[in-house]
């Protein structure tokens, strides 16, 4: 069955940067959306960008505009999430997530979720 693996989370200072790897398998992203999740201690899950060939990719969260990029490898088997000038309101545990064809920036749309890859960012 599908499954998504998130990878390359870290403690990072405040400034710095990450590249946060979905390695996919099981779907093939010509008709899948991958999605980037993150939650934070004592907070609700939020939706933090989105990739898709179908649709138009899209940060969700206006803190990471400018900062976070979404992209794909030429083999189409892993969504990368680029993360510059990290700051302490990014740590959190990031997922990424599967469905059909189209983003959404509600979790609940998301057919299969990786277990997730801890970001931290320090000062």
């Known amino acids: 069955q599908p499954q998504l693996v998130e990878s390359g989370g870290a403690l990072v200072q405040t400034g710095g940067s990450l590249r946060l790897s979905c390695a996919v398998s099981g779907l093939t992203l010509d008709n899948y959306a991958i999605g980037w999740f993150r939650q934070a201690p004592g907070k609700e899950r939020e939706g933090v960008s989105c990739?898709?060939?179908?649709?138009?990719?899209?940060n969700y969260v206006d803190s990471v505009k400018g900062r976070f990029t979404t992209s794909i490898d030429n083999a189409k088997t892993t969504v990368f999430l680029q993360m510059n000038s990290l700051k302490s309101e990014d740590t959190g545990l990031y997922y990424c997530?599967?469905?059909?064809?189209?983003?959404?920036?509600?979790?609940?749309?998301?057919?299969?979720w990786g277990r997730g890859t801890q970001v931290t960012v320090s000062s």
């Open positions: 997530a599967a469905r059909p064809l189209f983003c959404s920036r509600r979790g609940t749309h998301y057919n299969h």
């Open positions: 990739f898709s060939r179908a649709d138009k990719s899209t």
